[in-house]
């Protein structure tokens, strides 16, 4: 198995390219969205205070079964990210089985 | 059904396999794909994780074991069991960590209510990019404290479940599609409830310390004292109209991923399969698929003729 983390710059263009893998890949996929690049901020109540800044990118998480490397037309939507990032899949580290 | 020509019934498995009772030279044995680990109840009524592949024989609410065999779902709260975090706001309330949990370890959350006079909550902070009017779960794990009553509450639309811990009864409701409070045993509930997300795809979890003399309504104002307290652990969002298995988190959202049992039924001759739930409702598979998939549920028993 393992996990690639891609950034799309729409939401149709990440729906167009999951629906283009088919079955040939076994595969699951979460879709992230837009990522809080700058958390808001709560009062103790979780009243909002500050707004989040959100990413432009739309982000999806993908764990592969039986491929060595990203599908093919995926590699160049890859991004790299310290730990798990925002998602992961349970009891499996990002780092572990990242491509 | 006369006898069976396939039966199953929750017992044995391996990593990758469920071994079917019927017949005895195991071409009736289920394949089982889950491509992440789960967490289901043990024999002694403890949450503990399964890893990747290993069939999940669940035994919530004691008595005989179900499979248990779940959609994909993702837990939306960042830190399930860590209130001290900052995405958990604390009014008018403390939190203090090291308590007896439902895993067997130490890591529930005693809160207390401080001597403030207003409603008084772990409440967590907008959770945002849900999909906007949809339903979703929210559940946790509660443990009587020295408080009775408690509220597991949407702060965004203001669904709600009230309980009564000492009595056992749900007291109020409020814009909820479905509801559960389930026994784990050893003075631990699972809570749940399932409301719908706002417009802008929003929720905020909370549960409530009630004040003694509640008996329906939103939270309502009331000064606490320090000696006011309950147990929690466990907090879990997610987009289903009911709770799955917990899904633990710590510091990112998590996703646990579908089981998968099939059976290649091309030499059995069978014509059709009744699955069983745990709730004794039935399921009919008929014709029988050459590639025969066990649908989503708990499952009790599996026979085919």
Same mark, same amino acid.
């Given at each position: 198995?393992?996990?690639?983390? &891609?950034?799309?710059?729409?939401?149709?263009?990440? *729906?167009?390219?999951?629906?283009?893998?088919?079955?040939?890949?076994?595969?699951?996929?979460?879709?992230?969205?837009?990522?809080?690049?700058?958390?808001?901020? #709560?009062?103790?109540?979780?009243?909002?205070?500050?707004?989040?800044? #959100?990413?432009?990118? &739309?982000?999806?998480?993908?764990?592969?079964?039986?491929? *060595?490397?990203?599908? #093919?037309?995926?590699?160049? &939507?890859?991004? *790299?990210?310290?730990?798990?990032?925002?998602?992961?899949?349970?009891?499996?580290? #990002?780092? *572990?089985?990242?491509? | 059904?006369?006898?069976?020509?396939?039966?199953?019934?929750?017992?044995?498995?391996?990593?990758?396999?469920?071994?079917?009772?019927?017949?005895?030279?195991?071409?009736?044995?289920?394949?089982?794909?889950?491509?992440?680990?789960?967490?289901?109840?043990?024999?002694?009524?403890?949450?503990?994780?399964?890893?990747?592949?290993?069939?999940?024989?669940?035994?919530?609410?004691?008595?005989?074991?179900?499979?248990?065999?779940?959609?994909?779902?993702?837990?939306?709260?960042?830190?399930?069991?860590?209130?001290?975090?900052?995405?958990?706001?604390?009014?008018?309330?403390?939190?203090?960590?090291?308590?007896?949990?439902?895993?067997?370890?130490?890591?529930?959350?005693?809160?207390?209510?401080?001597?403030?006079?207003?409603?008084?909550?772990?409440?967590?902070?907008?959770?945002?990019?849900?999909?906007?009017?949809?339903?979703?779960?929210?559940?946790?794990?509660?443990?009587?404290?020295?408080?009775?009553?408690?509220?597991?509450?949407?702060?965004?639309?203001?669904?709600?479940?009230?309980?009564?811990? @000492?009595?056992?009864?749900?007291?109020?409701?409020?814009?909820?599609?479905?509801?559960?409070?389930?026994?784990?045993?050893?003075?631990?509930?699972?809570?749940?409830?399932?409301?719908?997300?706002?417009?802008?795809?929003?929720?905020?979890?909370?549960?409530?310390?009630?004040?003694?003399?509640?008996?329906?309504?939103?939270?309502?104002?009331?000064?606490?004292?320090?000696?006011?307290?309950?147990?929690?652990?466990?907090?879990?969002?997610?987009?289903?109209?009911?709770?799955?298995?917990?899904?633990?988190?710590?510091?990112?959202?998590?996703?646990?991923?579908?089981?998968?049992?099939?059976?290649?039924?091309?030499?059995?001759?069978?014509?059709?399969?009744?699955?069983?739930?745990?709730?004794?409702?039935?399921?009919?598979?008929?014709?029988?698929?050459?590639?025969?998939?066990?649908?989503?549920?708990?499952?009790?028993?599996?026979?085919? @003729?």
């Amino acid at each position: 198995m393992r996990i690639g983390k &891609y950034e799309f710059d729409s939401q149709e263009k990440a *729906d167009s390219k999951i629906k283009n893998l088919g079955s040939d890949h076994p595969h699951s996929v979460f879709r992230i969205g837009n990522i809080a690049l700058e958390a808001a901020e #709560y009062d103790e109540e979780g009243e909002l205070i500050k707004e989040a800044v #959100y990413s432009t990118k &739309y982000s999806v998480d993908v764990l592969f079964v039986g491929l *060595d490397d990203h599908p #093919y037309g995926w590699k160049s &939507y890859a991004v *790299d990210v310290q730990g798990d990032g925002v998602h992961s899949f349970m009891g499996l580290k #990002y780092q *572990d089985y990242k491509f | 059904m006369s006898t069976p020509t396939i039966a199953n019934i929750p017992t044995a498995y391996k990593a990758g396999k469920i071994y079917s009772q019927l017949p005895v030279d195991g071409s009736a044995d289920f394949d089982v794909a889950r491509n992440s680990t789960a967490t289901r109840v043990n024999q002694n009524g403890l949450i503990e994780e399964v890893a990747v592949n290993v069939p999940r024989l669940d035994y919530t609410n004691g008595g005989c074991p179900v499979w248990l065999r779940e959609a994909q779902s993702t837990n939306k709260i960042t830190y399930s069991e860590d209130f001290s975090q900052s995405d958990w706001g604390k009014a008018r309330v403390t939190v203090q960590a090291g308590q007896s949990d439902v895993f067997g370890g130490s890591g529930a959350y005693l809160v207390s209510n401080t001597t403030d006079t207003d409603s008084h909550a772990l409440i967590h902070s907008t959770i945002t990019g849900l999909t906007a009017s949809t339903s979703h779960s929210i559940s946790c794990f509660i443990k009587k404290g020295t408080s009775n009553k408690v509220m597991l509450r949407d702060a965004t639309i203001g669904g709600y479940l009230a309980y009564d811990f @000492e009595n056992d009864t749900v007291l109020d409701t409020n814009s909820l599609s479905a509801q559960s409070v389930v026994d784990y045993g050893s003075g631990w509930y699972r809570v749940s409830i399932t409301t719908i997300s706002s417009g802008s795809g929003q929720l905020r979890p909370s549960v409530y310390i009630l004040e003694d003399s509640y008996v329906s309504g939103s939270p309502s104002s009331y000064t606490g004292s320090t000696s006011e307290n309950l147990i929690v652990t466990g907090f879990q969002l997610e987009e289903q109209p009911d709770s799955t298995s917990y899904i633990p988190t710590s510091g990112s959202t998590v996703t646990r991923l579908a089981d998968e049992f099939s059976l290649d039924t091309s030499s059995l001759g069978l014509s059709e399969i009744t699955e069983t739930f745990s709730d004794n409702s039935t399921n009919v598979v008929t014709p029988v698929p050459s590639n025969y998939v066990v649908s989503e549920g708990k499952i009790k028993k599996i026979e085919g @003729e």
